[in-house]
C-alpha cells in the first residue's frame, strides 16, 4: 500500500546542500591555498551572483523588474566612502551601514516608482538611479563628478598587512554572495515565499485570498537595497576609489546582472548561479575580442531566449525536473511496509 507524503526536498537537494556548504567552506579557506588573482576573481563572482539572485528575486518572484538597481550600488558605494574619510570609520563597519541607509532611502523611493507599472515602472527605476548620479556628482567633497579615493591610512585601520587587507575583503564578498543566496532561498520557503509565488502566477487571484501585495512588494524591495547597498559598499572598498560614472554604470551593475539572470533562469535559486558561472567563463575566453564580445553575449542571450523562455536551468527543470535547491512542496508516493 502506498500513501502521499508532501516534501519539499528532493533526492538530489538532499545531497546538493552539503556539497554546497561544502563548496562554501572550501573558499572559506581560500586565503590558504589562492594567490590574491584568485581570491579577486572569487570574490568579484561573490559579488555578481549577489546582485544575479537580489534582482531574480524582484524580477523572477516578486514581478518588480527593475532596471535601476545601480542606483543603490552607487548609494552603497558613496554611504562606505563618506563615513570613511568624515567619521574615519573602519570601512568593513560601513557596509553593514550602507545596507541600512539604501533600506531608508528605498523606502520614498518605493512609494514614488511603485505608482507606476510595467514598462513604466522599469523606466522610473532608471530615472532614479540617473537623479542619484547626478545629485552626488554635485558633492564637491566627495569629489564631485571627478570622484575620490581611500587614502591608504585608513585602508590600514583595517589591518596592517595588505595580506589580510585582501583576505578580509574576499570574506566579505564570499558573505555576501553566499548570504545572498541563502537569504532568497530561506525567504522563498517562507510564508512571504508562498505569497510571492501566489502574486507571481496571478496577482488578482492571491489579492484575493487575503495577500496583502503592496506591503509585500515594499518589503522585498527595501530588503534588496539593503543587500544592494551593502554589496555596492563592498565593489568600491576594492577599488578604492569611487566616481559617479562607475558608481551609478547602468552596464556595470544592471545589464550585466540581467544577462545572468536571463540566461541562468529567472525564477529560480540555481538560474542566477549557473548565470554567473557562465558569463565569467564566456569573459575569460572572449574578453580579448573587443566589441565583438559584446556581440557574442548578446547574441547568445537571444538564442536562449529563443530557445527557453526560462533561461538554461529552465531548459534542464523542464526536460529532467531536477531542483537542487527547491522552495516548493511536491508530493511524493512512498510505499508502506507491514
Known amino acids: 500500500m502506498s500513501t502521499l507524503h508532501v516534501t519539499r526536498s528532493t533526492p538530489l537537494s538532499r545531497i546538493a546542500l552539503p556539497l554546497a556548504a561544502l563548496l562554501v567552506l572550501l573558499l572559506a579557506a581560500a586565503p590558504w591555498w589562492a594567490s ?146 541563502v537569504f532568497v532561498y530561506l525567504l522563498l520557503r517562507s510564508r512571504i515565499g508562498l505569497a510571492l509565488t501566489a502574486i507571481r502566477d496571478n496577482e488578482t487571484a492571491s489579492s484575493s485570498l487575503g495577500i496583502t501585495i503592496p506591503r509585500i512588494k515594499l518589503a522585498v524591495y527595501v530588503g534588496v537595497a539593503a543587500v544592494t547597498g551593502m554589496v555596492g559598499a563592498l565593489i568600491f572598498l576594492q577599488k578604492l576609489r569611487i566616481a559617479p560614472d562607475a558608481a551609478f554604470s547602468a552596464s556595470d551593475w544592471t545589464v550585466l546582472v540581467i544577462f545572468m539572470v536571463v540566461i541562468g533562469g529567472i525564477g529560480t535559486i540555481e538560474g542566477p548561479i549557473i548565470g554567473t558561472l557562465l558569463f565569467f567563463v564566456l569573459r575569460e575566453f572572449l574578453a580579448d575580442l573587443g566589441t565583438l564580445y559584446l556581440m557574442i553575449l548578446g547574441a547568445l542571450a537571444i538564442l536562449i531566449m529563443m530557445a527557453s523562455p526560462k533561461g538554461l536551468w529552465g531548459l534542464v527543470t523542464s526536460r529532467t525536473g531536477l531542483s537542487l535547491f527547491p522552495v516548493g512542496y511536491r508530493v511524493e508516493t512512498r510505499g508502506d511496509q507491514g
Open 36 to 181: 590574491t588573482a584568485t581570491l579577486r576573481l572569487i570574490g568579484e563572482i561573490m559579488i555578481y551572483l549577489s546582485l544575479a539572485s537580489l534582482w531574480n528575486l524582484l524580477a523572477g518572484y516578486t514581478g518588480l523588474v527593475s532596471v535601476g538597481q545601480h542606483a543603490f550600488v552607487g548609494l552603497g558605494g558613496y554611504i562606505l566612502f563618506t563615513v570613511a574619510l568624515y567619521l574615519g570609520w573602519n570601512p568593513l563597519l560601513a557596509i553593514p551601514l550602507a545596507g541600512i541607509t539604501a533600506a531608508l532611502i528605498a523606502v520614498p523611493v518605493a512609494r514614488l516608482v511603485f505608482r507606476l507599472n510595467g514598462a513604466y515602472f522599469a523606466i522610473g527605476t532608471w530615472v532614479v538611479a540617473e537623479v542619484f548620479r547626478l545629485s552626488f556628482a554635485q558633492i564637491s567633497s566627495l569629489g564631485g563628478g571627478s570622484g575620490s579615493s581611500l587614502p591608504i591610512g585608513i585602508m590600514k585601520a583595517m589591518a596592517e598587512s595588505k595580506a589580510m587587507r585582501e583576505s578580509l575583503i574576499y570574506w566579505a564578498a564570499l558573505a555576501l554572495g553566499t548570504g545572498s543566496v
